[in-house]
């Protein structure tokens, strides 16, 4: 019986010496996988969805294939509610290969600016968390985490309707002329109509004005807005109500006081 428990206990032996051996040599392969990020493209569909793509590249210099290789990022707002949730999955990455993918993060600017106005106006970040998961030779998980952010510009920052000019037009009307300005800080052209609605005092509507916008990205946009107002309703001060619709977003009102 001696002979039999010798072969068992080598044979035993040898199968933990293999075991520690593969799981460091599994080791020392996930070391060798190298995750290359490109650059972050930023896009607008027709039916107003940001898109980012995230350029990625997986090079597996290691000993083994990568199976189950998975991308997960969850966008993020400021108050960390989540806003949108894509994945990318590449079956198997084989040894001594790369692979390049481009991940998808898309968020739909309606939703966006429905959960906080101040997107509007407003230039922040938007935050990413992302997880990376693979099965290294289909048998050992790995999973890492990194966090990043997106840039957001407000498309309506420092939205101001400036100093008002009066002149008469004729024995009851006057005629009204009021600088209407704001930035795009946004990385898409805004293109749409903003109407300006006019009120005294007393609430009394007095006019309204309808402005052709098109603001190219990350500019100024600056029109001359002219209205022809009943002389006997107005008052020394009052408050212009701005509605904002475009092919990307609906906004209004957007309350500016005068005088």
Same mark, same amino acid.
């Given at each position: 019986?001696?002979?039999?428990?010798?072969?068992?206990?080598?044979?035993?032996?040898?199968?933990?010496?293999?075991?520690?051996?593969?799981?460091?040599?599994?080791?020392?392969?996930?070391?060798?996988?190298?995750?290359?990020?490109?650059?972050?493209?930023?896009?607008?569909?027709?039916?107003?969805?940001?898109?980012?793509?995230?350029?990625?590249?997986?090079?597996?210099?290691?000993?083994?294939?990568?199976?189950?290789?998975?991308?997960?990022?969850?966008?993020?707002?400021?108050?960390?509610?989540?806003?949108?949730?894509?994945?990318?999955?590449?079956?198997?990455?084989?040894?001594?290969?790369? /692979?390049?993918? =481009?991940?998808?993060?898309? &968020?739909?600017? !309606? +939703? $966006?600016?429905?959960?906080?106005?101040?997107?509007?106006?407003?230039?922040?970040?938007?935050?990413?968390?992302?997880?990376?998961?693979?099965?290294?030779?289909?048998?050992?998980?790995?999973?890492?985490?990194?966090?990043?952010?997106?840039?957001?510009?407000?498309?309506?920052?420092?939205?101001?309707?400036?100093?008002?000019?009066?002149?008469?037009?004729?024995?009851?009307?006057?005629?009204?002329?009021?600088?209407?300005?704001?930035?795009?800080?946004?990385?898409?052209?805004?293109?749409?109509?903003?109407?300006?609605?006019?009120?005294?005092?007393?609430?009394?509507?007095?006019?309204?004005?309808?402005?052709?916008?098109?603001?190219?990205?990350?500019?100024? /946009?600056?029109? =001359?807005?002219?209205?022809? &107002?009943?002389? !006997? +309703? $107005?008052?020394?001060?009052?408050?212009?109500?701005?509605?904002?619709?475009?092919?990307?977003?609906?906004?209004?009102?957007?309350?500016?006081?005068?005088?």
């Amino acid at each position: 019986m001696r002979v039999p428990v010798r072969i068992v206990g080598l044979a035993s032996t040898f199968c933990w010496v293999f075991l520690v051996g593969f799981c460091v040599s599994a080791v020392y392969s996930f070391r060798d996988v190298r995750f290359d990020f490109g650059k972050l493209q930023m896009d607008v569909t027709a039916d107003g969805m940001m898109v980012f793509s995230l350029p990625l590249t997986v090079a597996n210099k290691g000993y083994y294939d990568i199976g189950c290789f998975n991308l997960t990022t969850q966008t993020l707002d400021d108050s960390g509610f989540l806003i949108a949730r894509e994945s990318t999955f590449v079956p198997v990455v084989e040894r001594g290969r790369e /692979f390049a993918v =481009s991940h998808n993060m898309t &968020v739909n600017i !309606s +939703d $966006l600016l429905r959960r906080d106005e101040g997107y509007l106006f407003n230039d922040t970040e938007l935050k990413v968390h992302a997880i990376v998961s693979m099965r290294i030779t289909e048998v050992f998980p790995v999973e890492v985490s990194t966090n990043f952010s997106l840039p957001w510009g407000g498309p309506i920052q420092n939205l101001t309707l400036g100093e008002i000019e009066y002149g008469e037009c004729n024995g009851t009307h006057t005629r009204i002329v009021v600088p209407f300005e704001f930035k795009n800080h946004a990385f898409f052209n805004l293109t749409g109509i903003a109407r300006i609605n006019m009120y005294n005092s007393a609430g009394v509507f007095l006019g309204e004005k309808q402005v052709a916008v098109d603001a190219v990205q990350r500019s100024g /946009f600056r029109r =001359s807005v002219e209205l022809y &107002v009943l002389t !006997s +309703d $107005l008052t020394g001060s009052g408050r212009f109500e701005v509605y904002f619709s475009t092919s990307l977003f609906d906004c209004g009102p957007l309350v500016i006081p005068y005088g």
